[in-house]
């Protein structure tokens, strides 16, 4: 029988603040543990939070550029339970008053992993969200052999909680949906969302349900997931396992579980009789935030989006719907095509450049694009070399070799090598009439009709010019002079 699967994803996204959340301790990966702590972020007596206006701002941006409805009132609210990463022993977050809701995240093909993108379900489809909001990271745990230690520098980091519409229907669907967010995400400068310094974390829920059954499964939750591709080999995993169970004519529980990437496999942490009820109340040391001064001051500093940065390089350099989705997909990326284009004569030219010679050099290197030795205004120089014909398609991939090695502009290495491709008529047609003169057989040859003879009368001029006669031009003058 088969079995419809149901996920839905919270996510975790730590902003790019240079302070905490309610406090003016810095905000930096990989500091010496418990450095960067003062009394209101370890939760000391008498200590008072004062908000982060920038995470605010931040979390209005991120709700604005997702199309959500940002709240003209929120308020914070105290979040209760007992862990050792608490130092308070509750968390500053957001309950019914959260700062943005609905909305949507978009997802597009390249989002999608590459051995799914030719069997995508629903293409352009729009993931809807439930709310965003925003409250205070908790501390970081390390699990030794025999005891665990706590880090207190990540306690108080602002954090904004992303959660989704139950309508993600399979884990290539799930990575899409996290590889647009993040996408988003770094476009607007909201976070780096790099998941290996814990900037992007998930937990996701899934039920699956008959094909013929109408009410969804029972819903269970996988626990802090930090990877996307981790997340799709999660939830595959959990979508095998529920099904197994059903399939036996057993029950599900709605549980807790976490996932061994190692093993392959989902754990249990807790069922519902231990689910927490965290007693939420309205903090009494912060005020309710208004945010229409907030909103006005954001609306006008949202960024191009990638979905219209997609659409417009297809319209304005005449590239193609593919090749604007790989420029669009790394903003760096993006940011330099559009520098190097900017000066072209023939932008979809710089393209093809970007996206072949130079993603392989730098792959080659392992490089990225930020790390380019070529200026985006050298490549420009570059490709108008070879698009005037001063310079062949050949001779322009051994210039760029020397660019990428040695940093030199286009120009100088023309110079320097003495490549310069001959485009000049009058010395082009002297030299046709030298090879007709000296090649009667293959002249009469192609007078009588055997057209394949241009095409050594062709390597014979531009031998004769020490490869540097324009082909293109050789062919055109050649058949002229010869009928």
Known sequence: MNYIATIGLEVHVQLKTRSKMFCASPVEFGAEPNTHTCPICLGLPGALPVMNHEALRLTVLTGLMLGCDIAAISQFDRKNYFYPDMPKNYQISQYDMPLC???NVPLHDLAYPKDAQKNIATRDKEVRLVRIHLEEDVAKSFHFETTTGIDF?????????IVTQPEINSPEEAFAFLTALKQILIYG????ADMEKGQLRCDCNISVRRENQTEFGTKIEIKNLNSISGVRRALACEIRRQVGILERGEKLEQETRGWDDAAGETFLLRTKEFAHDYRYFPDPDLVTVKTNVVVARVREHVPELPKAKRTRFVAQYQVT???AAVLADDL???RYF???ANGAKKPKNIANWILNDLQNALNAEGKGIKDCPISPEALDELVNLIDSGKISGKQ????????FASGKPAAVIVKEKGIEQLSDIGSIEALCEQVMEENPKPVADFKAGNVASLNFLKGQVIKLSKGKANPQLVGEILDKKLR
């Not at 322009?396 to 660019?403: H, I, L, N, R, T």
């Open 153 to 161: 520098n990540r306690a108080g980091t602002p954090l904004m909680e």
């Open 332 to 334: 760096e990326l993006a």
């Open 396 to 403: 322009g991939k051994q210039v760029f070799a020397e660019m």
């Open 189 to 192: 400068g909201v976070s780096d």
């Open 101 to 103: 809701t609905n909305g």
């Open 321 to 323: 719907p593919y090749d």
């Open 338 to 340: 559009e520098t190097a």
